[in-house]
């Protein structure tokens, strides 16, 4: 009697997994340590200026205080009700640092927005067309990188005061010290995006482009801006720290943002005289949100730096 074997089913072949490039994307960003913890400490900073004020049981400008309790609450060091202390008037820091990160924030966030978006189209322009059009572009923007940041800084707020402009002198200044900082702050990304279209313009897809009848605008806008959206990516990160710091030491030097709109530099800036006599937290706060903000902002930076680099996406 014979007896046959049954050979077992043949099981299907495993499927690979198919990675989406945003997927291969934030698995390269999410192994850089340091920008995820910039990224959770940035988004705890920036939902505290939103909502904080918002169920803080104190007020930012202090106005429900009268002067008894304004007396009494002046320079209370840090307790339970107070967890970051009191200022000169009784007002509670952490609601003002919490009030003040959203001008902060928002500076930064809108000034680089305007400086991007300047230097994007002046560098676009300059890569582009080349020859005479690149010389003058790019010999304004050596104009702008010779002249003395802070001291530009200084001099254009003083003007910008003198100017009736009720958009730039909303909310202390707000408008004007973003106006200024964004249009000090395009000249790196002009010369950024400038070599990435030098490059890209000599490219196949360009040359096709052309042969179709597209116009300039279309393939400068369409087909060539795209392909530098990575470096541009990485550079407004970073800007956003710098024109934080700028509005910081420009606010700290009583040019900036003007009370009793509260920034955390003219908050540093108020700080000054109580350091002397020993009220250390009115002024250490406000330098750690500057510092947790900008170096989180730098690491996120990096992470997307290494993120977006396609040498790396594995």
């Known amino acids: 009697m014979t007896t046959t074997t049954m050979n077992p089913p043949a099981l299907p072949a495993q499927i690979p997994e198919q990675r989406t490039l945003r997927g291969i994307m934030w698995n390269q960003f999410k192994r850089h340590r340091m920008a995820m913890l910039g990224s959770f400490v940035l988004i705890l900073l920036v939902l505290g200026s939103v909502f904080g004020p918002l169920i803080s049981p104190y007020d930012a400008t202090g106005e429900e205080l009268g002067f008894r309790e304004r007396i009494q609450l002046a320079r209370k060091a840090p307790t339970w009700a107070h967890p970051m202390g009191t200022d000169t008037l009784g007002r509670d820091m952490l609601t003002r640092l919490l009030y003040g990160g959203r001008i902060s924030l928002a500076i930064g966030i809108a000034a680089t927005a305007l400086g991007i978006t300047i230097g994007t189209v002046v560098g676009a322009m300059s890569g582009y067309y080349g020859g005479r059009v690149d010389d003058i572009l790019m010999r304004i923007t050596d104009l702008f990188i010779s002249l003395p940041r802070l001291f530009m800084l200084i001099i254009m707020s003083l003007l910008l005061r003198t100017l009736d402009v009720p ?30 279209f030098l490059s ?18 279309r393939i400068v806008f369409r087909h060539i801006l795209p392909n530098t959206a990575t470096p541009i990516i990485v550079a407004a990160t970073l800007l956003v720290a710098t024109t934080i710091i700028a509005e910081s030491g420009l606010s700290f030097l009583g040019f900036g943002v003007q009370p009793p709109t509260p920034t955390w530099g003219n908050m540093l800036n108020a700080a000054q005289d109580e350091m002397r006599k020993g009220n250390w937290w009115m002024a250490f706060f406000p330098g750690l949100m500057i510092f947790l903000t900008v170096i989180s902002i730098n690491y996120i930076g990096d992470g997307l730096r290494d993120a977006l680099d396609p040498r790396k996406l594995k």
Do not use: D, H, P, Y
Request: aromatic content about 6%; hydrophobic content about 50%.
């Open 200 to 217: 890209l313009k000599q490219k196949e897809f360009v040359e096709a482009s052309r042969a179709l009848g597209i116009s300039n605008m």
């Open 167 to 196: 958009i730039l002198q909303a909310n202390g200044n707000v408008g004007g010290i973003v106006f200024i900082l964004g249009i000090l702050s395009w000249t790196g990304v002009a010369r950024l995006v400038r070599g990435q």
